[in-house]
């Protein structure tokens, strides 16, 4: 069980989507709760995320069968009981339980109330993914060069891990740079030797940049990191983008000038802010795919549009506003949804079962291996909050 906050890196890797919602049975409480120590309601005897917690789980209790009432009331308990012990290290908590099972997150970044009860909740974690979605930055100097995976935020970098190029191996390691021979035969310059000596020195920059490239893109392919940003003097960085192989060359996303020797917490606002249009340009490209049609199918847009799309199985790319709120019906049998109120599912008999929109998506999405993206508050509003991208019309 785990107490202390952990690395973002690490929790995004437990927290696993996927896993969740293979938790059978549609009877998980789902709760996620801002435990943040510096809010000033967090910090008096009763802290407000216990007064919520217990409101959330009593009112969702109230409208639930007898049978249904009784565990979450058990797990109310044992949720009582978890903070009233030591306070949550984190800025958020988790609490995924089931029968026979109970996990906990505890979150070095925010996270907002929310309880749920039925189909497992991955809303949130869904959303954490792709705001702390890694960046790896690499720096590129003539002798040199280090590979940084950021985590950043909506505003800030919340997390950083640094590697250094084994020159011997042109691998990256974690830690400490290795001592490896600075500087590449820059010793004896002089004379009327020095043209064959200055095209021999960029012969070997041009091969250290070259084994670079290859070096970051069979680390991000070990990272599993699809977004990279170069850094340094413009000549490295151009060398370095033209040297990259696929499918890293894909995954680049922008190269940023900096001048040599510039520290990281210097160069790290401005990688900030080139991931941050990077997130904006990505956002607006799908919505532009979806109010134009250009999935390889078309697109659907609104909420019922895209629940037959994903029944179906027709659906590429499901987009969501973050703050979507709806009702759905939904067959446990099979992947029939709606949002119009039936009792019994018209494809398979069973009866129907209400839950949110939020909770349905997910799952459905895993269902076809369609591509789940959050988008910001309002995005998709005036066309129901949600949209699709289809592989086939
Ligand atoms: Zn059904």
Not at 166 to 178: L, Y
Not at 239 to 251: G, Q, T
Not at 324 to 349: D, H, I, N, Q, S
Not at 353 to 376: F, I, M, Y
């Amino acid at each position: 069980m785990a107490q202390e906050a952990s690395r973002i890196s690490d929790l995004l890797r437990t927290a696993d989507v996927e896993w969740l919602l293979a938790l059978q049975g549609g009877r998980v409480l789902s709760l996620h709760l801002d435990t943040d120590p510096t809010r000033p309601e967090n910090q008096r005897s009763e802290p407000a995320y216990r007064i919520w917690a217990r409101r959330a789980l009593q009112e969702i209790g109230d409208g639930l069968p007898k049978e249904d009432r009784r565990r979450l009331a058990e797990w109310a308990e044992r949720v009582e009981a978890r903070l009233r012990g030591e306070r949550p290290r984190g800025r958020g908590l988790s609490v995924y339980a089931a029968d026979g099972l109970w996990k906990e997150f505890v979150w070095p970044v925010p996270v907002d109330n929310r309880a749920r009860y039925g189909l497992v909740d991955v809303w949130p974690l869904v959303w954490l993914r792709q705001t702390y979605v890694p960046y790896a930055v690499l720096l590129v100097h003539r002798d040199h060069t280090r590979l940084l995976v950021t985590h950043l935020g909506e505003a800030a970098v919340v997390e950083d891990e640094e590697f250094h190029l084994d020159t011997q191996h042109w691998r990256f390691t974690a830690g400490k740079p290795p001592s490896f021979a600075k500087g590449m035969g820059m010793s004896s310059s002089r004379g009327a030797q020095r043209d064959v000596y200055e095209s021999r020195v960029e012969d070997n920059v041009r091969r250290f940049w070259s084994g670079v490239a290859s070096a970051a893109a069979r680390a991000l392919e070990e990272l599993g990191i699809q977004r990279l940003i170069l850094g340094g003097p413009q000549e490295g960085i151009a060398a370095v983008a033209d040297l990259l192989p696929e499918p890293a060359r894909r995954h680049l996303v922008a190269a940023v000038s900096v001048p040599p020797l510039e520290d990281w917490p210097h160069i790290r606002d401005r990688v900030l802010e080139v991931a941050r249009e990077d997130r904006r340009r990505r956002e607006a490209q799908l919505v532009e795919g979806l109010v134009g049609n250009s999935g390889p199918g078309g697109s659907v847009l609104d909420l019922e549009s895209t629940l037959q799309a994903l029944s179906r199985r027709q659906v590429l790319t499901v987009a969501a506003d973050r703050d979507l709120a709806a009702k759905v019906w939904t067959c446990p049998g099979c992947e029939f949804a709606t949002t119009r109120p039936v009792e019994r599912c018209p494809a398979c008999g069973q009866p129907v079962q209400e839950a949110d929109a939020t909770q349905v998506l997910p799952w459905l999405a895993r269902a076809s291996r369609a591509e789940l993206v959050l988008l910001t508050d309002g995005t998709l509003r005036r066309h129901g909050g949600v949209g699709a991208l289809l592989r086939f019309s």
